[in-house]
Nanobody, 123 residues
């Protein structure tokens, strides 16, 4: 069982930045991809970004391209999401997730989830 704890959410004005972090509770000998998803009120959970174990492959949703950056530090079992130039459309609860194996854009492919961290962007 892997527990994930997100942090770094909060209230920010449009145009501002936030850095989300997600720490996994335990080390494992298995390699895993890590992803970020978000869910706005009344909407389905959507893919934001994902990164493979070795950080050699990353994927980003179109909504985040040019503004968001995903990275990870395996020594700390932590994945980060740097978000710049935030807009009110980025307001959502952001979740990190772990998938054993290759990264995926589908939330159904992920094995463990964090509890989420809320991001609110005011106009």
């Amino acid at each position: 069982q892997v527990q994930l704890v997100e942090s770094g959410g909060g209230l920010v004005q449009a145009g501002g930045s936030l850095r989300l972090s997600c720490a996994a509770s335990e080390r494992t000998s298995r390699t895993y991809a890590m992803g970020w998803f978000r869910q706005a009120p009344g909407k389905e959970r959507e893919f934001v970004a994902a990164i493979n174990w070795s950080s050699t492959v990353g994927q980003m949703a179109d909504s985040g391209k040019g503004r968001f950056t995903i990275s990870r530090d395996n020594a700390k079992n932590t994945v980060y999401l740097q978000m710049n130039s935030l807009t009110p459309e980025d307001t959502a609860v952001y979740y990190c997730a772990v998938r054993y194996g290759v990264l995926s854009r589908s939330p159904y492919h992920y094995d463990y989830w964090g509890q989420g961290t809320r991001v609110t962007v005011s106009s």
